[in-house]
């Protein structure tokens, strides 16, 4: 029950659109402390009102509706120190370049105490990204270091928010009060089943997405405009099942069926095939734009500024050039859509909506035309949803063929997906080989009850319905030589990057191993690459346990948060040197950060194979011009 003075609270909040907690204490000759107790008591509550706090413009009341479901968004107050934290570092990485410390109490509801707690505990946790720090002078605070450092820092800030589960059904569904979309969901599937379409499940969020937004419109009167037919889209299976179901849908939901929606439900079914059906320029006002080009400008950008590498993307090229083409139609036709995941993005996925407003400068600047929060939210529904793909890419897409009895072959999945469902997703299960499907969902692997005869690139195996042991095999086999493949990109990608001439030691002269730590040490420090303190921290690693091996090379190495920029050094020696139980001939100094777990994979994928083969040890070590070491490891790479 509230207290007098929180009544009040909600009185002074009702007549005011925006009010700092400054001003309500002073009104009401309480602390900005009391203010802060007596709003969070008022939000846990759970009346009729909510309260939400704004850093820049204080707090406002958020009525709810009386199904009690909140219409605006819930207190964006971080509650948790985690939450404080995270706060503190996303507004000085993208909001403001420094903040002042003595305004955070009452942005945070926390006292000056907690928040020296607070930016002590950010310190700690900086020191993992190289010379990323905390700055604090006087009573101004901001973060320090390089570029590519903080770009690491948002990225594993953009992971860490998505383990929330950008594309969450069952929160999705929730969101609408005027439909059921678990119904249209199972029509959508009956359809999609009616005409024997396969979807990867991946892509059934994004659709549904679309689905429920244009229904929200739709039951509103707000429909888009017949525009002029593409050449030979009525022709394609996506039109037939993009028309019957919005036919089944209006049998259950009071809409009418509308050409342009069936049209554009075909376009996001089409995939990267939509482009047969589209045109690349579009007006906008006086202007054309290339909406391809645009695109690839606007995930350029984001690139730039959040280092998370969208671009090869090609079902979110799609979906973004979709979008673009509906905006800048809605925009000469002067409508105006609102986003039902507007404020669920924007508490739940703030950087994944900081993504959406990064593309949405580029096509403000290219279309002269502002762009709503509404129309951001969709780009960033794209683009989270493409994260997610990017995180989830080292899944291998499998299609199963079980012409058989349907109950063992859901069982054979049951048991697949048991034993390898931490590397392989399900695209879809067939009865039959069907060439086009199978197109459509570029699967990585096929596994198949029966044996098949085809041309398609993509490997096929041939297993019992029972999935015994010989069939764990061999789908394990296959696997190992995907990640084969896979990997030798990546390791030819991480040489070019990791091991550069300036690091390359053909003859090192030395006459134990701390001069040869200290040679190569000296030459990362004096080039930016590490930290001061790193050849001790390597020397100290080495005193814990020696790392050489009895192949005949050494690893000197520190996961100590010194590193500034990943490296690998390499020396070769010009004879060999004792080095704890072994002569060693060849040193690989890794300057690589505990948080580059990818780049670590990958070397000793490398490595494991590598030390195995005392051939390719010796040869290697004859080569001591960078170039032939470089290509000798790279195709040695391309032999397993």
């Not at 507004?91 to 000056?112: G, V």
């Not at 099942?241 to 939901?253: C, D, G, L, P, Q």
């Not at 096509?363 to 035309?369: K, R």
């Amino acid at each position: 029950m509230l207290t007098q003075r929180q009544k009040k609270i909600c009185e002074i909040l009702h007549e005011e659109n925006w009010i700092k907690g400054k001003e309500l204490a002073a009104m009401l000759g309480v602390t900005d402390r009391t203010i802060r107790n007596d709003i969070e008591a008022i939000n846990t509550e759970g009346g009729q009102v909510t309260i939400e706090g704004n850093p820049q413009k204080g707090y406002h009341l958020v009525a709810k509706e009386e199904s009690g479901a909140p219409t605006g968004i819930i207190s964006s107050i971080p509650q948790t120190p985690k939450e404080r934290q995270e706060f503190i570092v996303k507004i000085l990485l993208f909001e403001k370049r420094e903040l002042n410390i003595y305004d955070l109490p009452e942005l945070l509801c926390a006292s000056s105490y907690t928040i020296d707690a607070d930016v002590k505990t950010i310190r700690k946790k900086l020191t993992q990204y190289g010379n990323v720090r905390l700055v604090k002078q006087k009573n101004w605070i901001w973060l320090e270091g390089s570029e590519t450092n903080k770009r690491k820092l948002c990225k594993d800030m953009l992971n860490k928010e998505l383990e929330d589960n950008f594309s969450n059904l069952n929160e999705m569904i929730d969101l609408y009060q005027k439909f059921d979309l678990r119904r249209v969901k199972e029509i959508l599937e009956s359809t999609l089943e009616r005409y024997d379409y396969k979807v990867r499940p991946s892509s059934l969020p994004m659709l549904l997405m679309h689905i429920g937004i244009a229904l929200e419109r739709m039951l509103d009167f707000h429909y888009l405009e017949n525009v002029e037919m593409e050449n030979g889209l009525t022709d394609t299976i996506e039109y037939k099942i993009a028309s019957a179901f919005f036919t089944k849908v209006s049998h259950r939901i009071p809409i009418e069926v509308n050409e342009a929606e069936i049209r554009l439900l075909t376009l996001l079914l089409l995939g990267k095939r939509s482009k047969a059906y589209t045109v690349e320029e579009v007006a906008a006002g006086n202007a054309t734009v290339h909406v391809p080009e645009l695109v690839r400008a606007m995930l350029d950008d984001v690139w730039q500024r959040f280092d998370v590498d969208l671009r090869d993307d090609k079902e979110l090229q799609n979906g973004m050039e979709l979008h673009v083409r509906s905006l800048l139609m809605r925009h000469e036709q002067h409508v105006s859509v609102d986003n039902v995941y507007l404020h669920e993005i924007k508490i739940k996925f703030p950087l994944i909506f900081e993504m959406g407003v990064q593309a949405a400068r580029r096509l403000e600047q290219t279309v002269n035309f502002a762009i709503s929060e509404s129309e951001i939210s969709f780009l960033a529904l794209h683009l989270g949803n493409a994260f997610n793909r990017l995180q989830s890419a080292g899944k291998y897409q499998v299609v199963m063929i079980f012409p058989d009895d349907q109950s063992l072959a859901r069982r054979c999945k049951e048991k697949i997906e048991s034993r390898f469902g931490d590397r392989i997703e399900i695209a879809a299960q067939m009865n039959v080989f069907e060439r086009e499907s199978i197109e459509r969902l570029e699967p990585d692997l096929i596994v198949s009850s029966v044996y098949l005869k085809h041309d398609l690139p993509v490997p096929t195996l041939t297993i019992s319905m029972f999935m015994n042991y010989e069939d764990e095999s061999e789908i394990f086999q296959a696997l190992n030589r995907l990640d084969k493949r896979r990997t030798s990109g990546q390791f030819k990608a991480m040489v070019k990057n990791l091991i550069v001439p300036d690091f390359f030691y053909p003859h090192l002269v030395a006459d134990n191993e701390e001069e040869v730590i200290r040679t190569m040490c000296q030459n990362l420090e004096a080039k930016g690459y590490v930290r001061d303190d790193f050849a001790q921290r390597v020397l100290e690693r080495e005193r814990t346990a020696s790392t050489s091996f009895y192949t005949g090379f050494a690893l000197p190495h520190t996961f100590e948060g010194t590193v500034v920029k990943p490296s690998i050094s390499i020396a070769i020696l010009d004879k060999p040197l004792r080095w704890g139980e072994y002569d060693v001939e060849l040193v690989i100094l890794l300057a690589i950060r505990d948080i580059d777990q990818n780049l670590l994979r990958i070397f000793f994928d490398w490595l494991s194979h590598f030390v195995s083969d005392q051939k390719q040890f010796q040869n290697l070590i004859t080569k001591r011009d960078y170039r032939l070491f470089i290509e000798t490891i790279t195709k040695e790479e391309d032999g397993i």
